[in-house]
């Protein structure tokens, strides 16, 4: 999956912050069933209809407030910024389009003169639709378990391409809120994933035999996430750090040399953002993310070893939030790489069901 788009703690602060109008009680409704009642009179029918008006114009019981929908555009964004109450169950799914261009110059100066000068493209195509479901072991812990089923297609000029389908990595995940949210104060959010080397590992795969779809090693990664409502608007931010076991025990020929070991380094993330109410059913998101990864160590059958440079990814993420219902909001996101390690373009598009 590419990176994210990205995913606390609004529950008790997103209910205060704006309650819903209520209709003011209809005189006329005070009545006791059965008694008679007196015609109305003109004058009478003027506060009658003054009242219908209201009650026409004011907001209804399931109607949402803003709060309320940044509530729900942030579980449906970044699923890191809201938790479910106890024994409660919620299910969703992801759909996410991604695109990697590169470009390569390749120059052979083995004698001392360039004896071959070539640029080669290479464009990937990634379809990921993403399962997964959270269900609510505390009201302030929630569990969360993630499978990917990721299509992949690559294409290198002169040399052809590879497609894969398969699964990705398998996620096992936990959201911790360790204070109570209160009303004007920021809200945290601990989180802690698990992740498993369930997909097509990139140090197993053999030249024009397909592509990866999976890390190839198990990772465990630990954040912290921040937000505050400031109605309309939700502030959010987050920070984590990833570290992950070495993949042993390969046997991969890459050029002259066979890769046997490879030890990834570790990564730190960062996200800032903010979601902007627009209306009880429209709202927009606006995220930056940035992820810098230390080098990997390879090891090689003959002795050697090697590593790999660092790298810095970071995503510009517009989206718009759409209520369909008082449980489902449909959310829309494009995200723009900003540097050579990104994705070139992000089109995602996720459903959260609640039950």
Request: net charge neutral; with cysteine; glycine share 10%.
């Given at each position: 999956?590419?990176?994210?788009?990205?995913?606390?703690?609004?529950?008790?602060?997103?209910?205060?912050?704006?309650?819903?109008?209520?209709?003011?009680?209809?005189?006329?409704?005070?009545?006791?069933?059965?008694?008679?009642?007196?015609?109305?009179?003109?004058?009478?029918?003027?506060?009658?209809?003054?009242?219908a008006?209201?009650?026409?114009?004011?907001k209804?019981?399931?109607?949402?407030?803003?709060?309320?929908?940044?509530?729900?555009?942030?579980?449906?964004?970044?699923?890191q910024?809201?938790?479910?109450?106890?024994?409660?169950?919620?299910?969703?799914?992801?759909?996410?389009?991604?695109?990697?261009?590169?470009?390569?110059?390749?120059?052979?100066?083995?004698?001392?003169?360039?004896?071959?000068?070539?640029?080669?493209?290479?464009?990937?195509?990634?379809?990921?639709?993403?399962?997964?479901?959270?269900?609510?072991?505390?009201?302030n812990?929630?569990?969360?378990?993630?499978?990917?089923?990721?299509?992949?297609?690559?294409?290198?000029?002169?040399?052809?391409?590879?497609?894969?389908?398969?699964?990705?990595?398998?996620?096992?995940?936990?959201?911790?809120?360790?204070?109570?949210?209160?009303?004007?104060?920021?809200?945290?959010?601990?989180?802690?994933?698990?992740?498993?080397?369930?997909?097509?590992?990139?140090?197993?795969?053999?030249?024009?035999?397909?592509?990866?779809?999976?890390?190839?090693?198990?990772?465990?990664?630990?954040?912290?996430?921040?937000?505050?409502?400031?109605?309309?608007?939700?502030?959010?931010?987050?920070?984590?750090?990833?570290?992950?076991?070495?993949?042993?025990?390969?046997?991969?020929?890459?050029?002259?040399?066979?890769l046997?070991?490879?030890?990834?380094?570790?990564?730190?993330g960062?996200?800032?953002?903010?979601?902007?109410?627009?209306?009880?059913?429209?709202s927009?998101?606006?995220s930056f993310?940035?992820?810098?990864?230390?080098?990997?160590?390879?090891?090689?059958?003959?002795?050697?070893?090697?590593?790999?440079?660092?790298?810095?990814?970071?995503?510009?993420?517009?989206?718009?939030?759409y209520?369909?219902?008082?449980?489902?909001?449909?959310?829309?996101?494009?995200?723009?790489?900003?540097?050579?390690?990104?994705?070139?373009?992000?089109?995602?598009?996720?459903?959260?069901?609640?039950?």
């Amino acid at each position: 999956m590419i990176i994210r788009t990205l995913p606390a703690l609004l529950a008790s602060a997103l209910l205060t912050l704006s309650a819903p109008v209520c209709a003011q009680e209809n005189p006329g409704a005070a009545t006791a069933a059965g008694t008679a009642t007196a015609p109305a009179t003109a004058d009478a029918a003027k506060p009658a209809s003054s009242d219908a008006a209201r009650d026409a114009l004011a907001k209804h019981e399931g109607e949402g407030d803003q709060s309320t929908l940044l509530k729900q555009t942030l579980t449906a964004v970044d699923k890191q910024y809201s938790l479910i109450r106890s024994k409660q169950f919620q299910f969703s799914y992801d759909l996410n389009y991604s695109y990697i261009g590169q470009e390569k110059i390749i120059t052979d100066l083995s004698n001392g003169n360039i004896t071959l000068f070539d640029i080669e493209n290479t464009s990937s195509h990634i379809i990921t639709n993403t399962f997964s479901g959270d269900y609510g072991l505390l009201d302030n812990l929630t569990g969360n378990l993630t499978l990917p089923v990721i299509s992949k297609y690559s294409e290198t000029r002169g040399s052809g391409g590879g497609v894969s389908n398969s699964l990705g990595d398998l996620s096992l995940g936990t959201r911790w809120q360790p204070f109570a949210a209160e009303r004007d104060k920021p809200n945290l959010t601990v989180t802690g994933t698990l992740r498993l080397p369930s997909g097509r590992s990139p140090f197993k795969v053999i030249a024009g035999s397909g592509q990866a779809t999976g890390s190839g090693v198990t990772s465990f990664s630990a954040g912290l996430n921040v937000n505050r409502i400031v109605d309309p608007v939700a502030l959010f931010g987050s920070l984590n750090m990833t570290a992950s076991l070495p993949a042993k025990h390969l046997y991969q020929v890459n050029g002259t040399r066979v890769l046997t070991r490879v030890a990834p380094g570790m990564s730190t993330g960062f996200g800032v953002g903010f979601a902007y109410a627009l209306s009880y059913g429209i709202s927009t998101t606006l995220s930056f993310q940035e992820a810098i990864s230390a080098g990997s160590k390879l090891s090689f059958a003959d002795g050697g070893t090697a590593k790999t440079t660092m790298q810095t990814s970071g995503m510009l993420n517009l989206g718009l939030g759409y209520r369909i219902s008082p449980k489902t909001t449909v959310n829309l996101a494009i995200g723009v790489g900003l540097t050579t390690d990104s994705p070139n373009l992000s089109v995602d598009l996720s459903l959260p069901l609640a039950f």
